[in-house]
């Protein structure tokens, strides 16, 4: 099992492109979360689903969008890059309401 | 959710025992201890929670206090793998988001 993978690993972008982030979990859980962090600080959740088919938004959501693909998937959109998101972005997948999340290896987002 | 206060760096010789420190004196009945750790650059790794008991697995030891304000995280033989910055975080199961602070940076020495 691959656990949580996270493509890309490396991303720069210039201010105002956009990308998609995307996330995969082979564990067959029904919770899947988006994290950032920067430099020196800890986590804060950008968003999460805790089902197919729903999305809620977490700490920090503003400038992001995300997509519950399938129950494997859980995708984290900029539409608009700036350099505060600059950041290191984490995937990571769980059983409903189970605390116990499973990461991914992160993608580093450097924007311009 | 209880917040919990932790040391921001400690230093242990490989070898020895590293004992991390946390405390959540607001938590609440319900709320759960949960340690993950991220050693540089990767992400998260869950470590191990408890409710009232104290726990042990393969990787350390939980101790919780009788009156549940403060825990202890403990690995018996510290090695330089074990180098990471390690959260402590209090949980309600009711709810949807884990929250990390800053943690502590455990430096492991040769």
């Known amino acids: 099992n691959a656990g949580v993978t996270q493509t890309p690993k490396f991303q720069v972008l210039k201010t105002g492109q956009s990308m998609t982030l995307q996330c995969a979990q082979d564990m067959n859980h029904n919770s899947m979360y988006w994290y950032r962090q920067d430099p020196g600080m800890g986590l804060r959740l950008i968003y999460y689903?805790?089902?197919?088919?729903?999305?809620d938004k977490g700490e920090v959501p503003n400038g992001y969008n995300v997509s519950r693909l399938n129950k494997r998937e859980f995708s984290l959109r900029l539409e608009s890059a700036a350099p505060s998101q600059t950041s290191v972005y984490f995937c990571a997948s769980s059983e409903p309401r189970a605390k116990t999340q499973y990461f991914g290896p992160g993608t580093r987002l450097l924007v311009l | 959710d209880a917040k919990t206060t932790q040391p921001p760096s400690m230093d242990c010789a490989e070898g020895r025992a590293a004992n991390l420190p946390c405390n959540h004196s607001?938590?609440?009945?319900?709320?759960?201890v949960y340690w993950y750790r991220q050693i540089h650059s990767q992400g998260p790794q869950y470590i191990i929670h408890?409710?009232?008991n104290n726990e042990t697995n393969e990787m350390a030891s939980l101790i919780i206090t009788e009156d549940r304000k403060s825990s202890t995280l403990i690995l018996p033989h510290a090695t330089l793998r074990d180098t990471a910055v390690y959260y402590c975080i209090v949980y309600n199961n009711a709810g949807n988001m884990l929250t990390f602070g800053g943690g502590t940076r455990l430096m492991v020495k040769p």
């Open positions: 607001t938590i609440s009945g319900n709320e759960y």
């Open positions: 689903s805790a089902s197919e088919g729903t999305t």
């Open positions: 408890g409710l009232k």
